[in-house]
């Protein structure tokens, strides 16, 4: 990688794709195209040459056979991780050694031992990391957080959200123990990281259950109970057998909030935020807004400027809450 200033990019960045994930094909890649400013995407990568070759062509960069070889490539100052969580430490202690800036998909970790390995690895590149949650850069929660502030709420009480979906099909990935499959770490990691966005870091898991699926080794779904400093609590429910949810409520002393597709509001689709007060319903319909590229501004930005311990302890608090989880249902 060239050594040049971590404060200044005289050109946008050039970045990488490991791995030719759905997500990655349709809508982070095309993000990164929109945003010419701040982004070079100049390669991508899979195991398969074929892959490689067919998500190049859909995206406008060049095919590299092997997650090894796009390391080796000099022409690279960040890479995009969209693989399966249990094959991101590997990668992403691999990528940080390269001296590359490292955005990867959520959950960034399996346990709080294994974020903590790529955060000191990060620390000792001084390289960003930074874990893919594109829901919190949406517009919608801005608005909610300026009702709160306002006190249309009144005092907050409790957090709720849920995200669940149908089961998937049966060679779903998010299946597989091996690469850190489980509803935990998938739907679940949404909810854990509402809780923090309202009620802040050092929140802790009071209780936890999760639903096993002994033969795979996963988790199907499951329920926490957190709670902050002041005893403010958060209620979060998720999996992989249920009726589709994707939502959160905040539950004030005098009002309550409802923002019903908060995970995956795709660009273009403007989302509606709820006030419920006594004798009273609003329901506010918002400017779309498109998360994807507002993560990855936050991404250029924070390496522009060399900020990166925000995000290295974001990748923590968020592993802690999920060992807390983990802690509390032996399997």
Known sequence: MNTESQATFPRPIRIGIMGCAAIARRSLAPAMKGLPDQFELVAAASRSAEKARAFAA?????????????????????????????????????????????????????NSASAERMVAKARQRNRLLMEEFMFCHHSQHEFVRKLLADGQAGELRVVRSSFGFPPLAP??????????????????????????????????????????????????????????????????AFGFDHFYQCNYELWGSVGRIIVPRAFTAPPGFAPQVILERQGKREEFTLPADDHFRKILSEFAQSITRANFEPHWEACLSQARLIQQVQDLCPQ
């Open 58 to 110: 859909q995206a406008g960069c060049e095919p590299v056979a092997g997650y090894g070889r796009l390391l080796e490539r000099s022409d690279l100052d960040a890479v995009y991780i969209p693989l399966p969580t249990g094959l991101h430490e590997e990668w992403v202690l691999r990528a940080l050694d390269s001296g590359r800036h490292v955005l990867a998909e959520k959950s960034l970790a399996s």
């Open 171 to 236: 060679d779903n990935i998010r299946y597989v123990a091996a690469l850190g499959g489980g509803a935990l770490l998938d739907a679940g990691s949404y909810t854990l990281k509402t809780a923090q966005l309202f009620l802040g870091s050092e929140i802790r898991v009071l209780g936890a259950h999760l639903k096993m699926d002994a033969a795979r080794g996963i988790d199907l779904g499951g329920a926490a109970l957190l709670r902050d400093s002041a005893g403010v609590t958060a209620q979060v």
